[in-house]
């Protein structure tokens, strides 16, 4: 699939088809993210996939009111856990690693849905990533900033097209 074919595609996908996502097509998502852009190339993130039903479950309780239940039904996850001691623009450099991997993504046939963590709460009150943290290993002094949700689409998204898109944001 063509850059703009896949960026026109790519949705987010909240329900899934059961299925797990083939390893070399999740490894080329993961891949993606690692070649994001990063600030002064310092890569101020740690990526952690998250596979099996039972974490996954788990983890679709990280956010109140629901916001991350498609996590259950995914065949995987990424935990994006950024480093805001190595750079000032870890949000930043994070926020590419995302925008990486769900490009790579819907050029794979793949959906996603970004779960944002920063400033999210559990319904038990800790923050999310507290709550991620009780289960997974937190790289030290990290936070987790964002969870892509992926897995195989129980609908295919309709690709936009241009007369779709915002024109009017645009000052030329």
Known sequence: METTDALMCRRSVRRYAEGEVPDERLRAVVAAGLAAASGRGLRPWTLQVVRGTDDLVWLAACRQGGAAS??????????????????????????????????????????????????????????????????????????????LSIGIPAQPPQPRTSDQLPWDRVIW
């Open 70 to 147: 498609m996590l259950a039904g995914a065949s995987a996850a990424v935990l994006v856990w950024g480093h805001p001691q190595q750079a000032d623009t870890w949000v930043e450099d994070c926020s590419l690693v995302m925008g990486n991997m769900m490009a790579q993504a819907a050029s794979e046939g793949l959906g996603t849905c970004w779960v944002q963590a920063r400033g999210r709460f559990a319904a038990d009150g800790l923050s999310a990533g507290a709550y991620v943290a009780q289960r997974f290993s937190a790289p030290q002094g990290a936070e987790l900033e964002c969870i």
